[in-house]
């Protein structure tokens, strides 16, 4: 380890970002503390357990964290400036560092893979990450969604620290940070408007490749074309890696790229452009086709990525984090691959999210609810702080049932899952989805056992 131990402290350290940094510290041996205000709410549960595990101890965000030794306080952009514990680094002069450069200066000692893009980045960084190391590369990881593998492990999922220099980090475009990264190797996997308009997305993602030593992009996405010069391209229909002979079923997706076979413990065919990006990525780093194809034969999932949650009188429940307009398009595809009739509740992930992208979810919901689908829509998720609260789901409610679609704006989720227990048949197929809310897993369990309970 290059720096001697140190005693470093980060705000939000449940984030999905800065969780994952925190513990890949801790695991290098540092002296980790984090503080989070769903902690301070007893909203954690068992991620509390599994952050401790790894060696990040938690302390109530009033600024007790912070101590004249600590070396740096680690931020994300979500933390405002009149936070306990950033006032009190203040107070004593403690460097504050963004989670994007703690990452940078993580990234810049190893030979990084990074993975970029709208949609696919978390599937794609864990795929990459199982490929090293079930080739015996022991490599290290970041990233900011839970990996089924390492939660076996006791911990939270979403670090590692390997014994190589390799290391896969999932690299967001969402607070503008990803220009600070210079990985051996870059992917993008594709690009549509969700944090940023477009314009500006296009604009950090040229940077992203200008500061990748090697660079992986899709060559299906027409909306890439300006990127991919002189990059290594993968496709279904164009690249330099070619996957062919595509076969999807409801619990699979198969593939061949030069001879080799592969299958994909996944459904929906955005699956099998995730793992052709992670094949990709793979080959540039010399591992060779028959390992990735053994490797991701085996891939275990990752958390709230169209994950099954439990079946009760015949009804399947899934859980997925899809929280942008893309995102839900293929979820609802590949749940429908499995069911005629989807009933699903869709939790917006904030207020500028909600207000931003209101059109773009009203025409994903338009096209991709089925006439008999229902949508049940709870308040519009708030973890605090300041936001304009101009804009409710109680509009996309009435938005969507004026394009002749089911919604339904329940803001209580506990009466949500009464009507889902009442409504649902055998054959139905239940789906949450939503981002941010810490509290959506355990609501989609409670749905299994309130169909149970009927």
Request: glycine share 8%.
């Amino acid at each position: 380890m290059a720096e001697p131990r140190l005693r470093l402290h980060f705000v939000g350290a449940a984030g999905a970002g800065v969780s994952a940094l925190a513990q890949l510290r801790a695991l290098e041996g540092h002296q980790v503390t984090g503080s989070d205000r769903l902690a301070d709410r007893g909203l954690l549960g068992d991620t509390a357990r599994r952050l401790e595990a790894a060696g990040v101890r938690l302390l109530p965000q009033d600024g007790s964290g912070v101590a004249h030794d600590t070396a740096r306080l680690v931020v994300s952009t979500a933390i405002e400036p009149d936070n306990k514990d950033l006032r009190r680094a203040a107070e004593l002069g403690v460097p504050v560092v963004h989670r994007a450069d703690e990452l940078a200066a993580v990234a810049q000692a190893r030979k990084t893979v990074a993975v970029a893009g709208t949609s696919g980045k978390s599937t794609v960084t864990a795929m990459i990450f199982h490929i090293l190391e079930s080739a015996g590369r022991q490599p290290s990881l970041v990233t900011g969604a839970s990996l089924a593998s390492l939660r076996r492990r006791g911990l939270l999922g979403n670090a590692w620290l390997g014994r190589s220099d390799l290391l896969a980090i999932e690299a967001d475009e969402s607070d503008g940070t990803i220009n600070r990264y210079s990985p051996q190797v870059g992917v993008l996997l594709n690009v549509s408007k969700d944090h940023k308009p477009l314009e500006e997305l296009f604009a950090l993602f040229l940077e992203f490749k200008a500061k990748s030593s090697e660079f992986v992009v899709s060559a299906d996405a027409p909306e890439l074309d300006g990127l991919r010069n002189g990059a290594f391209t993968y496709g279904f229909k164009n690249g330099l890696l070619r996957g062919k002979d595509v076969e999807l079923t409801p619990d699979s997706s198969r593939f061949n790229v030069e001879g080799t076979t592969f299958k994909i413990p996944l459904p929906g065919l955005y699956n099998a452009s995730n793992a052709l990006a992670a094949v990709a990525a793979a080959r540039r780093l010399d591992v060779r086709l028959h390992e990735s194809a053994q490797a991701l034969s085996t891939f275990p999932g990752v958390a709230r990525r169209f994950e099954f949650v439990g079946c009760a009188r015949g009804v399947n429940v899934f859980d997925d984090y899809a929280h942008n307009p893309e995102k839900v398009r293929a979820a609802l595809g590949a749940a429908h691959m499995r069911s005629p009739r989807i009933l699903c509740v869709f939790q917006l992930h904030g207020f500028a999210p909600a207000r931003f992208l209101k059109n773009e979810f009203i025409d994903a919901f338009s096209a991709a609810l089925g006439p008999e689908d229902i949508l049940w829509l709870p308040d519009i998720y708030y973890a605090g702080g300041t936001a304009a609260k101009d804009i409710s789901a109680r509009e996309y409610a009435e938005l969507l049932q004026a394009r002749g679609k089911r919604a339904r704006h329940v803001g209580d989720k506990n009466e949500i899952a009464r009507q889902i227990a009442q409504s649902a048949k055998a054959g139905d197929l239940v789906l949450v989805l939503g981002a941010r809310d810490p509290s959506l897993p355990d609501f989609a369990a409670r749905l299994v056992k309130a169909l149970e309970s009927r």
